[in-house]
């Protein structure tokens, strides 16, 4: 299944098309191969007008963005198992600023295995790199430099149970997280999560389940201070380790009314404890819930919201005490046999409780964004798609709020 290829050149929060947590609910392919042709190579060209770059709050930094990808893929079959193998590699060049000038990659892969008895699993890897958000918040200031970021992520997952009413699942997750400026060395992480979690079919189209996962990471360099560097004569950030772990119980529901809709929900009891600071621990409820609905062939919707701490739903926040809540709303309408509409909004809020006693003031980061974008099939291998995307933030800290808009085009060919 072929990777999109960014219809903006470099990450979208540093180019203003803000993602979320419900990107599953849009696919992220315009075509599939076959058994016949189970590779693809091909190419992309886009151009793209960003109107805030650095996303400052008074401050006119527009330029032209003009990428090129490389895209390669496999899906094949051998019996019971499915490979499949997306990668994207793209060189994206700034008009104005130049020292931006970067290459990204989004590179992922999945095997599906399933043995003759009742035993089933994935294993699965993924990486990427782009520009980060040159206004991240999270008690850093904005920063004017190139600053890529690097996302990798590991899974295992294993299902006793196929086709049966009830399920047993295990599974391991690894997620790791690195930035090139060391202004953003505490936004730095790496954790894993191990879950055990027990699955009922009472009927043919709900699944009920009760989960349990457990979560040990680390802030490799957090900031806890600052030191005097006599050979520079300048205060600098002193950083330490700061380990967490993290435990939920979730209750998770799975519900198909039958092709047209689906809803899935997530009703957790978590906790989060900090090694360095207790003021950063969490203990509460939280949970998730998406809808997914096809009232026609022509019309997709899609809805999603959540509520929990910023780790766990935010790619860029980890403030003390902070409990988000985000939603996302997605829909396509195909106009024609090649020609589709689509569109998104979301919106992302967080906010801190004040504490008097050790000098804690409340704050809170309210972001929002929508989409429209307008897809082409031409044929099966070349395809054009055009988006216009803005975002903007509200924020009790004023170097943190910005408003930004992006628009551009893409062109793809993909030979099977």
Sequence with gaps: MPIKPSRLP????????????????????????????????????????????????????????????????????????HVTVDGLLQNNRYSSNRDLNNQSYTLRSALAWQTVGRLSGTLSASSSRALADFNIGGGVDPIFKKN????????????????????????WTHKQRDF???????????????????????????????????????YPRYPVGLTFNPDTLKFEIRSEADDYTRDDFDFTTSWDTGGSSSLNTRLSRSRLRHSLDNLRDFSGTTGAVGWNWRPTGKIQLGVYYARDTGQESTSQATDVNRLYTSWRFTGSYALTGKLSLNASASRNRSHRAGDASVMLAEAFDSDKAYALGLSWAFSRGLSLSCQYNHASRDSSVPQYVYSASSYGCTGQAIVY
């Design 180 to 218: 090139s400026a060391a202004e953003y060395d505490r936004f730095a992480f790496r954790q894993d999560t191990g879950q055990l979690g027990v699955y009922a079919t009472p009927g043919g189209n709900v699944r009920l389940g009760l989960v349990g996962r457990h979560t040990k990471g680390q």
């Design 148 to 171: 890529t970021e690097r996302n990798d992520e590991y899974a295992a997952l294993v299902r006793l149970g196929v086709l049966t009413r009830y399920s047993i699942e295990a599974g």
């Design 10 to 81: 470099c990450h979208w929060t540093a180019l203003a098309a803000l993602a979320s947590s419900a990107a599953a609910l849009a696919p992220s392919a315009q075509a599939q191969t076959d058994d016949t042709t189970p590779f693809y190579v091909g190419g992309s060209l886009g151009v793209s007008h960003v109107s805030n770059v650095f996303r400052q709050t008074k401050a006119s930094n527009s330029d032209t963005v003009l990428s090129t990808g490389l895209l390669a893929g496999l899906d094949q079959r051998f019996g019971r198992q």
